[in-house]
């Protein structure tokens, strides 16, 4: 039903959707358009099949919205409070605006759990398939790669970081900081990332990138990671790789902001590519430490509510 109703909405009603039409509508004529695989075989089904643009945005809807809810219900502990978080957070983002994004998260949501499973051959084919939907889910994926290959030989667990764990953990987080804002300022420099991007990707995320991270995004991506380190670093969540991912997504979408700072439309995008396991790793903090696991998510629901209903413009309808 959710995804019908996104699929139905008005043509002006979010930002991107009017794109998308007019993308799929071109594709279906024969011309090229910039943008993955999947979304050319998508529109060509599509329009096959006489449902045009709607069952194009059905699908990636679909692909989005359901493998999350289903794993949500069935393999989470407070199924309910995961779809608070998950709905407050980047559902309007990624489910009804970036639907690609979405499509290709819902994906590699599906894959990680299908690894907790001992299901490795499906694992890698669904993620890599993620790839198609969106090309930025290249490095969700290759990072999931890194982090499969530390967990199967055991350079990292959950709560296995020794007698100086706290120590450890605030250390890291202060020199990827540092790091973030020196070393790899070189981010800065446009014209590397214009040799490497398609046209469209370069001018709507490079051009775009005139503005900065606001202060509140920027306190609550801080405070996130550092829940997310300190949750694994102490051993505050479940021993098992869906919750340790989660955690270090957490933290990986404050270095994201931080490797590009001077294009904060790139951070912000792949910041909120990796906050999309939030439910995961708060619901499992809840678990396993609830005294610490309650009030945390008693902050990120609010500040999430706080950014859908007074800050995000996303899903507002264009003049």
């Known amino acids: 039903m959710i995804s019908l109703f996104i699929a139905h909405r008005p043509p002006d009603s979010f930002f991107d959707t009017n794109n998308y039409i007019e993308m799929a509508t071109r594709a279906n004529d024969g011309f090229e358009v910039n943008a993955e695989p999947s979304f050319e075989f998508l529109s060509s089904i599509s329009f096959n099949f006489g449902t045009g643009a709607v ?9 989005g919205i359901v493998p999350k809810i289903i794993l949500i219900m069935r ?42 499973d ?7 084919i669904l993620s890599v398939l993620a790839t198609s939907f969106h090309y930025s ?4 994926f290759a990072i999931a790669i890194v982090v499969i290959f530390a ?24 020199v990827s900081y540092l790091i973030g804002l020196t070393v790899f300022n070189l981010t800065s420099n446009e ?8 046209n469209r990707y370069a001018d709507g995320y490079l051009v775009a990138s005139a503005a900065s991270y606001g202060i509140g995004r920027i306190i609550f991506v801080f405070f996130v990671s550092i829940v997310g380190m300190f949750s694994c670093a102490l051993g505050w969540l479940p021993k098992q790789f869906p919750y ?6 957490a933290y990986i979408s404050l270095i994201a902001m931080c490797l590009f700072q001077s ?9 909120d590519m990796f906050l999309s396991f939030l439910p995961i790793l708060i619901v499992g903090l809840i678990k396993a430490k609830p005294r610490i696991g309650w009030p945390v998510f008693l902050i990120v629901l609010v500040a999430q509510a706080i950014n859908i209903i007074f800050y995000a413009t996303y899903y507002q309808a264009i003049d």
């Open 55 to 63: 069952g194009l945005l059905f699908a990636y809807a679909a692909l």
């Open 75 to 116: 393999r989470l502990p407070y199924p309910y409070l995961a779809l608070l978080l998950y709905f407050s957070g980047n559902f309007i983002l990624q489910e009804m605006v970036q639907v690609r994004v979405g499509a290709a998260l819902g994906l590699l949501w599906l894959s990680m759990f299908l690894f907790m």
């Open 263 to 271: 294009q904060p439309v790139v951070g912000s995008r792949l910041a």
């Open 137 to 140: 889910a290249f490095i969700v």
């Open 118 to 124: 001992g299901r490795m051959f499906w694992a890698i």
């Open 191 to 198: 014209s590397l990332l214009y040799d490497y991007l398609p």
């Open 244 to 249: 340790l991912f989660a955690a270090l997504s």
């Open 151 to 174: 967990y199967l030989n055991k350079f990292i667990r959950v709560g296995r970081l020794g007698n100086q764990k706290l120590i450890l953990a605030i250390s890291i987080i202060t």
